[in-house]
Structure formats: structure tokens, C-alpha cells
């Protein structure tokens, strides 16, 4: 029964349920040694949630092409947006692409940790599923410099990430889109 006013405080118990899946939530501070206020919620389901993402062609990335991760497994992946995922190694490093602005940083719903990087031509180059972000909004950032992590997947358990590009807010094939 919690509508848009409701405040969810640390150290709070949620159960939610559903006929389909039942979840204990714990709210819970993040390192109280550095006095970060940033909060995070754990979880434990007694059943996995859907995969509800539409998956297309997986091919094998073309050597020719750059991508955030090294030699990766490229699955096209559509739903409330059009990307693809890259298969990555445990906490392999995610590098940019494209140079540009990080325009934000932080958790993004249902897509985990995720950093926007926009060029100078205006395209927004999104990657998802960070398990680490190692830039902040405002940095410049070039071809080849690590943002972050690849972060595992809650659903299929793999490690991997989703890569996004815009243009004029958009989808396009991010195999197509410019690199440097």
C-alpha cells in the first residue's frame, strides 16, 4: 500500500508479495565509515523474476570493431530499449569508446549501474550493468580509458553488460556507431 508520499528509511523490513513470487527487502546503509549517505537494497527471492528483454542474432564480435569489453559474445537485445549485451569476463575492465562527456552516473532502474557518455556530435553512448563505475559526472573521457566494471547479470547470473547508443534520443545499432 505505499503510493508516491511513502518513505522507505534504513534499517527498514519490506515483505512484498505477489502470487507468483514472495521477497524479504532489507534497506540497509552503505559504509557508514565514510559517512555516505547513499543507500542499498538487498534482496532475497524465493523464485527468479522473468527475463521479460526480447534477445535477437549472437554473433562474435568482429575484430575490426571496439568494444567496451574485450573479444565479447554480441547478443542484440530489445525491450524498453534496444542494445546489445556483451558476454565479459569477471570484472573486466569497460572502457570508453567513444571520446566525450560523462553526463551521469549512478544506478538507472531495472539496468543497474550505468554511465552516459555523450560526444561531442551529440550521440549518448550508455553502459549498463556496471559492477564499478570509476569516473564521475563531468569527466572527459576518451577512447580506451576504463570507466569502470562489467557487473553480473541478476538474471541470467552471467557476467556482461548492455551497451546503448542514441542518437536524438533514438536507438542505433551500436556496432554501427562511431568510434575513435
Known amino acids: 500500500n ?9 534499517g527498514q523490513k519490506l515483505k512484498v508479495r505477489d502470487d507468483s513470487v514472495s521477497a524479504n527487502v532489507n534497506v540497509a546503509k552503505k559504509d557508514d565509515s ?13 523464485s527468479p523474476a522473468p527475463d521479460t528483454r526480447t534477445y535477437g542474432t ?6 575490426s570493431t571496439i568494444w567496451p569489453v574485450k573479444k ?3 547478443t542484440y537485445v530489445k525491450g524498453k530499449v534496444s542494445g546489445v549485451q556483451l558476454s565479459a ?15 551521469y552516473v549512478g544506478v538507472y532502474r531495472g539496468f543497474g549501474q550505468v554511465l552516459f557518455v555523450q560526444s561531442k556530435t551529440g550521440l549518448i553512448y550508455a553502459y549498463t550493468g556496471l559492477s564499478s563505475i570509476d569516473v564521475k559526472k563531468g ?9 569502470g566494471t562489467a557487473g553480473v547479470d541478476s538474471i541470467s547470473n552471467k557476467s556482461q553488460i548492455t551497451f546503448m547508443v542514441f542518437q536524438n534520443g533514438q536507438p542505433i545499432d551500436p556496432a554501427k ?4
Open 177 to 180: 556507431a562511431p568510434r575513435n
Open 2 to 10: 505505499l503510493d508516491s508520499s511513502s518513505v522507505i528509511k534504513v
Open 72 to 74: 565479447p559474445k554480441v
Open 89 to 103: 569476463k569477471k570484472n573486466e575492465a569497460v572502457s570508453c569508446v567513444m571520446a566525450g562527456t560523462v553526463m
Open 139 to 147: 569527466d572527459y573521457v576518451v577512447s580506451g580509458d576504463k570507466l
Open 34 to 46: 565514510t559517512n555516505n549517505s547513499e543507500k542499498s537494497v538487498t534482496s532475497e527471492y524465493l
Open 58 to 63: 549472437t554473433i562474435q564480435a568482429d575484430s
